[in-house]
T-cell receptor, first 114, second 114 residues
Framework: DTGVSQDPRHKITKRGQNVTFRCDPISEHNRLYWYRQTLGQGPEFLTYFQNEAQLEKSRLLSDRFSAERPKGSFSTLEIQRTEQGDSAMYLC????????????FGEGSWLTVV | TQLLEQSPQFLSIQEGENLTVYCNSSSVFSSLQWYRQEPGEGPVLLVTVVTGGEVKKLKRLTFQFGDARKDSSLHITAAQPGDTGLYLCAGASYSGAGSYQLTFGKGTKLSVIP
């Protein structure tokens, strides 16, 4: 399977704990995106990498959230001191850096904070 | 802030009926993508439209991009139960220092009753 893969698919954590999600993009894609989706809503943009550089962060990305893409390949999204409001599906996507490029999504990582 | 409004939000129809889903914005997008999402899964790309006035067909699905690249529609002919799902439109645009991101609508939840 050469699509975008995310791990873990599901995570249940207690409030206050830290969680980390991993994303492996499509291998030749140099752009990587993180989105968050809650029930009844479309995905909302969190942050974006071009190679290893984090070029844009949404205001949704509080200081408890940090994303990295150290070698320009896989990426991690860490949430520190989780809150119940962090419960959502975290989606990773990737694309090529060409005009009109298509963004392909992974299957998502479901986070439930109890 | 760019907003995409989708209508209707919910649609329940009988198998064999036709339907149209609309996606409207006051903003111009460089391209527009339609996705279908199953519960607990990531969005799966259906089509990307790039040129104003463009029409693309995918079996029983017809996608149209408005002339001004601000709106789009998805028409399904002879809907089948397998078409059931959440249909999301997403407008692509460049922001800031060349970053590229998608703005999603809230989606149209379609149920096709056998």
């Amino acid at each position: 399977d050469t699509g975008v893969s995310q791990d873990p698919r599901h995570k249940i954590t207690k409030r206050g704990q830290n969680v980390t999600f991993r994303c492996d993009p499509i291998s030749e894609h140099n752009r990587l995106y993180w989105y968050r989706q809650t029930l009844g809503q479309g995905p909302e943009f969190l942050t974006y990498f071009q190679n290893e550089a984090q070029l844009e962060k949404s205001r949704l990305l509080s200081d408890r959230f940090s994303a990295e893409r150290p070698k320009g390949s896989f990426s991690t999204l860490e949430i520190q001191r989780t809150e119940q409001g962090d419960s959502a599906m975290y989606l990773c996507a990737s694309s090529l850096q060409v005009p009109g490029n298509t963004i392909y999504f992974g299957e998502g990582s479901w986070l439930t904070v109890v | 802030t760019q907003l995409l409004e989708q209508s209707p939000q919910f649609l329940s129809i009988q198998e064999g009926e036709n339907l149209t889903v609309y996606c409207n914005s006051s903003s111009v997008f460089s391209s527009l993508q339609w996705y279908r999402q199953e519960p607990g899964e990531g969005p799966v790309l259906l089509v990307t439209v790039v040129t104003g006035g463009e029409v693309k067909k995918l079996k029983r699905l017809t996608f149209q991009f408005g002339d001004a690249r601000k709106d789009s529609s998805l028409h399904i002919t002879a809907a089948q139960p397998g078409d059931t799902g959440l249909y999301l439109c997403a407008g692509a645009s460049y922001s800031g220092a060349g970053s590229y991101q998608l703005t999603f609508g809230k989606g149209t939840k379609l149920s096709v009753i056998p």
